[in-house]
């Protein structure tokens, strides 16, 4: 199985070689989102298993048009977000107003590692970890994330002001900086 269309291809006809192949070779990405939006591992296995799922049913909605990964991500970000929603663990009520009321300090993180970042993720609540996920690190405008979690768009802005306040808080209490 050499290329990625042929892997496609055959994965429509439900080959089970092509079907381990394709897991084999997107698992470790899927398996990286899974874990910044879901705290526990054995909770970002499962939902990563979920994932791969649907993609083997849902395929055939695959029109060859656009990256086959970016879908696949799409789906696996869509299943960490219901899970998310079904265990009610969101808590995404703060309005932008209370949020801007929180002091923001002037300290940046540029020298964070993706691991560090990680690391910080894990300590976020989940509301504020899925919001920093889809805005940062997918990219997603404030309007899409608001779409998908059920919120507003002044609920999406005040929990990545909030998780990113949180987020200085934890490196310098890891670093052992002055907390303002």
Excluded at 124 to 142: M, Q, S, T
């Amino acid at each position: 199985m050499k290329s990625e269309k042929n892997i496609i291809k055959r994965v429509k006809m439900q080959d089970a070689l092509a079907q381990k192949a394709l897991y084999e070779k997107y698992s470790p990405v899927l398996f990286g989102i899974c874990v910044r939006y879901l705290k526990h591992t054995p909770v970002a296995e499962d939902v990563l298993i979920e994932s791969f799922f649907k993609i083997f049913n849902k395929i055939d909605q695959f029109k060859e048009e656009g990256s086959f990964e970016g879908w696949m991500k799409r789906i696996t970000i869509n299943e960490c977000l219901m899970k998310l929603r079904k265990n009610n663990n969101l808590n995404l009520h703060v309005e932008i107003e209370k949020a801007y009321t929180v002091k923001n300090d002037a300290i940046a993180i540029s020298n964070i590692n993706y691991q560090e970042l990680l690391l910080l993720l894990e300590d976020l609540p989940a509301g504020y970890r899925a919001v920093f996920n889809l805005y940062v690190i997918e990219g997603y405008k404030h309007r899409e994330i608001a779409s998908k979690l059920g919120i507003s768009i002044n609920t999406s802005k005040s929990q990545l002001i909030l998780a990113k306040k949180k987020m200085r808080v934890l490196y310098k209490k890891k670093h052992n900086l002055k907390i303002s």
